[in-house]
């Protein structure tokens, strides 16, 4: 399925592949890579309330700032929560910014294999072949809670707003 005209970038319009998803609806499984270059799954982070931080490349300004921004945070979130940041970088330019950048509170995972998150996530851009920017925040259940897909790519998201949303799972 393709979103037309979803994000743009740089006022250019940008099509999106993948539905569009929102709260209430499943959280999809996809299989993205560690910076070890081990697979994992989505679904495996069930049990825990999961932010999941979508950029484009964390070689970008504001991809660098929001992945910064989701690791400060995460220093005070309880242990039950889990903040990843997905994006198609490869995972040795992840582990390289992470190390450069003190990452250190955050997964950081690549879909650059098969794009499936981003696909399953309805992130993928289909012009640049790169993940639109997104957040998403998911119940122990598996269950989106917060579903926010920026429309210009090179916005910040509403950080205020997706880190209420972990507050209110957890209580």
């Not at 679904?43 to 931080?53: A, Q």
């Not at 190390?99 to 955050?106: F, G, L, R, T, W």
């Not at 499936?116 to 993940?131: D, H, T, W």
């Amino acid at each position: 399925m393709e979103r037309s005209n979803a994000v743009t970038f740089r006022g250019n319009p940008l099509t999106l592949i993948g539905k569009e998803l929102k709260p209430g609806d499943p959280a999809p499984d996809a299989t993205v890579i560690k910076q070890d270059l081990t697979p994992v799954n989505i679904h495996d982070y069930k049990g825990k309330v999961l932010l999941l931080s979508v950029v484009p490349s964390l070689d970008t300004s504001v991809c660098s700032a929001q992945t910064k921004k989701f690791n400060e945070e995460a220093s005070q979130l309880p242990d039950t929560v889990k903040v990843i940041t997905v994006s198609m970088d490869l995972p040795f330019a992840q582990k390289r910014f992470c190390s450069a950048e003190n990452i250190d509170k955050i997964e950081v995972l690549s879909d650059h294999r098969e794009g499936a998150f981003g696909q399953a996530y309805g992130v993928l851009v289909k012009e640049l072949r790169i993940l639109s920017r997104a957040v998403f925040v998911v119940d122990p259940q598996g269950v989106i809670r917060y579903a926010e897909y920026v429309p210009e790519i090179t916005n910040h998201p509403n950080y205020d707003a997706a880190l209420q949303a972990v507050r209110e799972l957890i209580g």
